[in-house]
């Protein structure tokens, strides 16, 4: 079971749904799209508040001319060893300025949760059980220093950027 998580704890209803062949968005949901039918369906209507699922090898740079018209982001982690999509997500804060939701969907496991905050991602659709576990007890787990550049904004405005206590 698929549960879906944000710092502020776990999300009930969430309306999102990765679609494929098997599986569709009904009419009380919304529909994350890959990006071939995402551009498709952004060439066709001016629909907004689309969902784009972005996996491993695509290039998240096509993106940017639709960033206003995309609600949510869900960066693939198909496995805990590709770490492509920490990349993705750090290039749609950083550099492309999407202020929307970034997901991780996939092999969503407890140790690079802390890693994935910090390059820009704000929920996670969680299916391991000890994952589930740990993040309903708080357990978070994380280094406190950090020395390099994150997406993610410091909350003491007056430190450097990549140095400082989290």
């Not at 879906?4 to 919304?30: L, R, Y």
């Amino acid at each position: 079971m698929t549960k879906i998580w944000k710092e502020t704890g776990f999300v009930n209803d969430d309306p999102w749904v990765i679609e494929t062949d098997e599986t569709k968005a009904g009419s009380n949901e919304k529909a994350i799209l890959n990006i071939d039918g995402f551009m498709a369906a952004v060439a066709e209507s001016d629909a907004s508040e689309l969902g784009v699922l972005i996996n491993p090898a695509d290039d998240v740079m096509r993106l940017q001319p639709y960033l206003e018209r995309i609600a949510l982001v869900a960066v693939a982690f198909p496995a805990f060893s590709d770490g492509r999509s920490f990349s993705h997500a750090s290039l749609l804060r950083s550099r492309l300025g999407y202020q929307g939701e970034i997901r991780a969907v996939g092999d969503v496991l407890i140790d690079p949760i802390p890693l994935m905050l910090r390059c820009g991602v704000d929920s996670f659709a969680v299916t391991n059980a000890t994952a589930i576990k740990r993040l309903s007890e708080g357990r978070l787990p994380g280094i406190s220093n950090h020395y390099q550049p994150t997406a993610k904004p410091s909350a003491n405005i007056n430190s450097y950027s990549w140095r400082r206590v989290s």
